[in-house]
């Protein structure tokens, strides 16, 4: 009954923004806010409503959308804090103490215990500003994560296969290696942060992201240089880089068919390296009986390792999904309404609005 309520309610808003023959910005955050609610996300949806309340507050969604944030469900999502803190404090950090060596100077004591405490400062209260005003969720604080750590691992590909010290001389190669790696560090998570701090996708769609990203380069390197030997040069790279990047943007899409939660997916990268480990282990066991080469032990951890992946995915296969899926027959029924008028849409909302708070 709740679904339906809330469904024929976003149907009455998309009815009247398309009869007035405009795009109603109030109308696209109210309706993503009761997307969110439908979603069991009442964290974000609070964020829609809040943004619909600063924004536009004499719209007619506006004394409705009080409504909702006065319930305790709609207080600020701020799961993620924790990490995003450590995540800031740990790159202001590093930030601040690589800064003197790409400018010449000595990383003593002094100044290390100086850039050091730079860091911290502008780490935690770096950390202070950016949430004060944007409440920080998991599922926002996985994405950002997420994206540093996947440009990072790019940006070492791009500097295993661009030779610094011939493009900027010896003198000035290793510097620009580290600062494109500080601008990397500062760029994806200042980016991210700005990108979904306010509306992010599903927080198991980011948690498969990485996984996806650090498996396929686990196996590519497995595969390229212990089954076949290949040498550490440019074009193993390259390939790296394209297989994981191709990974991690094929895994937003296949998430979206299998919605696995962040736990779940945990799960499964903790069935593959267990797997790896007994593959391995067992090994070294046999290699006293037994003589095994190079390419014989990756073949046998790679093949170890995906068994206890495919082994978790089935002992989790009860998980419940990260996101709610909306119930087909609802969506099917969307269509079967007749379009109604701007006014008498607002009005139907107003009654019906009111009646989520209390279901």
Do not use: C
Request: proline letters at 4%; a negative charge; zero cysteines.
């Amino acid at each position: 009954m709740k679904k339906h309520v809330i469904w024929v309610l976003i149907l009455l808003l998309f009815s009247s923004a398309m009869l007035s023959g405009k795009e109603n910005l109030d109308t696209s955050f109210y309706i993503t806010g009761l997307e969110m609610l439908l979603d069991e996300r009442p964290g974000d949806a609070g964020i829609q409503f809040r943004k619909l309340l600063e924004e536009f507050p004499r719209s007619p969604y506006a004394e409705k959308a009080e409504q909702y944030l006065q319930g305790n469900q709609f207080q600020a999502d701020n799961s993620g804090i924790v990490t995003f803190y450590l995540g800031n404090l740990a790159t202001a950090v590093y930030t601040a103490m690589m800064l003197p060596t790409i400018l010449g100077y000595d990383l003593d004591a002094v100044m290390a215990g100086a850039t050091g405490l730079v860091g911290v400062g502008t780490g935690l209260g770096g950390s202070w500003l950016m949430s004060r005003d944007h409440p920080i969720s998991s599922a926002a604080d996985w994405w950002i994560e997420s994206t540093q750590i996947v440009s990072l691992g790019n940006y070492f590909y791009l500097s295993s296969i661009i030779d610094f010290d011939e493009l900027f001389g010896y003198s000035y190669g290793w510097k620009a290696q580290i600062g494109g790696q500080l601008l990397t560090l500062l760029g994806s998570r200042t980016g991210a942060y700005f990108q979904f701090r306010d509306n992010p996708p599903p927080k198991g769609q980011g948690s498969f992201m990485l996984h996806s990203y650090g498996w396929a380069n686990a196996y590519y390197h497995l595969i390229t240089r212990g089954v076949l030997e290949l040498e550490n040069d440019r074009a193993v790279n390259i390939g790296g880089m394209i297989a994981s990047d191709l990974a991690a943007l094929g895994s937003l899409y296949l998430w979206e068919s299998l919605e696995w939660s962040p736990l779940r997916t945990g799960l499964v990268t903790v069935g593959g390296l267990g797997g790896g480990l007994i593959g391995f282990f067992s090994l070294m066991i046999l290699s006293e009986f037994i003589d095994m080469d190079t390419p014989e032990v990756a073949a046998s951890v790679t093949v170890s390792a995906i068994s206890g992946q495919a082994a978790a995915v089935w002992f989790t296969r009860n998980m419940k999904p990260d996101r709610k899926r909306r119930d087909p027959d609802v969506l099917s029924g969307l269509y079967l309404f007749p379009m109604l008028q701007e006014r008498a849409g607002i009005e139907s909302l107003s009654v019906t609005a009111g009646m989520k708070v209390k279901l």
